[in-house]
């Protein structure tokens, strides 16, 4: 049993010296009359002080709030020590506490401190924290970048309705990302017009980039030619040598010109899926041809179809993230199985467009898409 007598000679013997040297923490224990007599080196470490120095004086002075230290030694139960933190200075922290140290018979006979050096802990957390505020920052930048380069992509989309030369062009979007890949074009010339719907591989701002690009290839593209297949052509040739060596890019695209005079489509296709015809009789048609996309090879023959149609006639455009979204309960082979549904999505008598539409969005809410998604419907007035 430990009493006020033997509590002094206890920390005399070599193994309890031992036992408390070999403990990661420093430890002074004083006695009844809170005279320290006893300090292991690690507290002669962390308090910068050597135990002959502080032998006999009080272990109130061991801490800086010495009324904390006696009040709470005095009134404190052994179960329920006073802890705290406090700074030494020269970025140097220690924690604290103190308990009184009781006979078997509830009888105070002497207090014990244990300290702990807490610096690089607070040099830890500081640096969390300044790193917090820095991701923070970059965050807000990145945030800003994000939203310019939405800005900027939005502007390079044609309004939702276009009505030119007998037709009306309506389109929607939705962006897996902040930004995406899909571009869409609509270019009213002298004598017909041209309708665009890309995907530019990869997904978010890294995909967004290369749109600008694309559109500026487009305008000069569909100045110089009123052919579908030689447009994809030239566009193919230019991207390949613009990203020869230096980057690895690719694009899908659909190139639609529609002649007025002869009510007929001409269409052709850059590994992009193929086009849906729903006719003003509610029947689809649709061809499952691929075709290699823009950019990886220098030279490629695209073919081009042409259609006639009548009032009433649409043709629907879409990217892959659509016919992706209608396959999920499908087999892959059934790919096209969107086409096939649009009959049913859609009312007769009502807007195709704002019944698709609105079935992408619904379907948006479950599914959860990860690639971008555009649709455009191309109606003959």
């Known amino acids: 049993m430990i009493s006020t007598e ?15 040297r070999s403990l990661g923490e420093g430890i002074i224990i004083a006695d009844q009359n809170d005279a320290v007599i006893y300090m292991n080196p690690q507290a002669e470490a962390i308090l910068r002080c050597r135990f002959h120095e502080m032998k006999g004086k009080l272990i109130y002075d061991c801490h800086r709030c010495q009324y904390k230290i006696n009040d709470l030694i005095a009134n404190r139960h052994p179960t329920n020590p006073y802890r705290s ?43 969390i924290l300044a790193q917090r505020d820095e991701l923070k920052e970059r965050q807000s930048d990145l945030n800003f970048q994000l939203n310019l380069a939405r800005q900027i992509q939005k502007a390079f989309f044609p309004p939702e309705s276009i009505e030119a030369q007998g037709l009306n062009v309506r389109s929607w979007n939705h962006q897996a990302l902040s930004v995406g890949g899909d571009f869409y074009f609509v270019r009213p010339m002298e004598k017909g017009t041209w309708i665009i719907l890309g995907d530019v591989m990869g997904k978010g701002l890294s995909a967004s980039m290369f749109v600008p690009l694309l559109n500026s290839f487009i305008s000069e593209a569909t100045s110089a030619s009123g052919a579908p297949r030689e447009v994809l052509r030239q566009l193919n040739k230019w991207l390949f040598e613009f990203t020869e060596d230096r980057v690895t890019l690719f694009s899908t695209m659909i190139a639609v010109y529609w002649n007025p005079e002869l009510k007929e489509f001409s269409i ?53 993230g659509i016919l992706d979204l209608g396959t999920k309960p499908f087999p892959k082979k059934q790919f096209y199985e969107f086409y096939n549904m649009v009959p049913e999505i859609s009312r007769p008598g009502e807007d195709l467009f704002n019944d698709l539409k609105q079935w992408l969005e619904s379907e948006i809410k479950e599914k959860k898409p990860n690639d971008d998604l555009t649709l455009v419907v191309i109606e003959v007035m």
């Not at 033997?6 to 309890?16: D, R």
């Not at 924690?95 to 607070?122: F, W």
């Not at 691929?290 to 879409?318: M, N």
């Open 85 to 127: 933190e406090l700074s030494l200075g020269e970025n140097r922290w220690v924690s604290v506490s103190a308990t009184p140290i009781n006979s078997s018979e509830g009888k105070r006979i002497g207090s014990a401190m244990l300290v702990s050096d807490t610096s690089l802990r607070r040099q830890m957390e500081k640096t």
């Open 268 to 320: 052709s296709l850059a590994g992009h899926p193929a086009p849906c015809l729903f006719l003003a009789d509610r029947t689809v048609s649709f061809s499952e041809r691929s075709t290699p996309p823009l950019g990886i090879a220098f030279s490629v023959c695209y073919g081009e179809d042409r259609q006639k149609v009548s009032k009433g006639d649409r043709l629907i455009l879409v990217s892959d």
């Open 6 to 20: 033997n509590l002094g000679s206890l920390f005399e013997n070599e193994f309890v010296k031992d036992l408390f």
